[in-house]
């Protein structure tokens, strides 16, 4: 069946749609996709590994049980792809490291096996920064993807999770996983103009997944709108024997369930000015302008008084990072025959001399600085950050050694609670800046909430790469 390019860049919702009152099925959809990668790829450097025929028998699959009437959900029939740190039984997983070329997992993650019970479609496994260990998305062995945002200069798409960013901002797939330790959803989906949940840790399993710091890495979708985000979190989530992260955690709220309700009376919380100083103009014009967009819909804005600035805690997070990484990775990083890149080999090995002690200090640190962020927004529903202080930037001109990204993303994570990136406008440039949205722990369904109705309001989330037809 023909159907339309443009339809590579509706979001989740509309392709259910087209799906459940037959206008696509699920194989027209893969084609499409598959058509696109095959075109795109090559230039994106997007995605890592395509099993076209693999997917075309799930979407076939997809397709017969539909017509049987046997609908799995909203998201029966949609392609998807995930980070290469998912396994896949059979499938190569690198997790973007050619010291891991050869590798081929046994087990599936019980993300990718959720997806699967939903009805998605696998179509790929996305590039991304080796061991999920860089911000900036840069990748010395396997090359960097292109932020497709510009045709003409080698852009940053943001780490860890890059592919997946550039894969559904370049209309390559409509949804991806991406995997978020310090930023890794946030910073790719903010520079690649998409809608990122770095959901609760705990909140979706990690199980089978190749971990760089198991107490911060969480999964979580990169797509164009909240309500996607919405209906993927509620595929992906819930408890895992496979994950005791995932278990015993308090109950929580369907993310669809109340996503329409607005936000009239809730009340936001908002760093002093002084605390956004070096923010490019750009950024700040369209945090400003959220800022104002949320007020509209009847929400409160307030500032608070934060225990310190949210860079102060990245030095914590990093080495607290660093020191799981080394004790997950030293059986690679110790063998200097392998080809690691040069950078995230550095930065991994600063865990190395951490004593079982210091350890054990910042793990307290993350309970009570946790806890005294939480003090400083009582009474607030969410804080309201800018995702991050600057645009994409050309890849020639990365400092590897650099934190800028994680200035308000890192501290999320370090804590285990959840945000939302939400694309907020274009900078001088025509780059796109992203407003977060930050919620306390089991909150995420009102991080979705918030989301929604600034995307009801707005329409940034509808702006696609140029050039990509």
Known sequence: MKISPDLAFADLVTLSRMLSDGTVSARDLTELYLERIARHNPALNALIHVDAEAARAEADAADALRRAGAVA??????????????????????????????????????????????????????????????????????GTPRNPWDREV??????????????????????????????????PAALCGLTGLKPTHGRVSNANTMPLAHNQDSLGPMVRTAQDAALIHAAISGPDPLDPATLGLPTAEDPLAGIGLGIAGRRFGVLPEAHLDGVADGVMAAYREALKVLEGLGAGIHEITPPERCEAVQPRSFLTIMSEGYSNLRHLLDDDSLPIGQHTKQRILTGKPLLAADYIALQQDRIDSSRRWRASIDGMDALLTPTLPISAIPVAEVDE?????????????????????????????????????????????????????????????????????
């Open 154 to 187: 080698h852009r940053v798409p943001g780490g860890s999770s890059s592919g997946s960013g550039v894969t559904v901002a370049a209309g390559l797939a409509p949804a991806a996983i991406g995997s978020d330790t310090s930023g890794s959803i946030r910073i």
């Open 73 to 142: 959900g909203p998201l029966h029939g949609i392609p998807i792809a995930v980070k290469d740190l998912c396994d896949v039984a059979g499938q190569p997983g690198t997790g973007g490291s050619l010291a891991l070329k050869d590798r081929r997992p046994a087990q599936t993650a019980t993300v990718v096996k959720r997806l699967r019970a939903a009805g998605m479609v696998l179509i790929g496994r996305t590039h991304m920064v080796e061991f999920a260990c860089g911000g900036w998305g840069t990748n010395q062995y396997l």
């Open 401 to 469: 050694g650099s934190l800028i990204l994680g200035r308000f993303t890192r501290m999320v994570s370090y804590f285990g609670w959840c945000a939302l990136s939400v694309p907020a406008g274009l900078d001088g440039a025509g780059l796109p800046v992203s407003l977060q949205i930050v919620c306390r722990p089991h909150d995420d369904a009102l991080a979705l909430r918030v989301g929604h109705a600034f995307q009801s309001a707005t329409g940034w989330h509808r702006q696609t790469a140029p050039g990509w037809a």
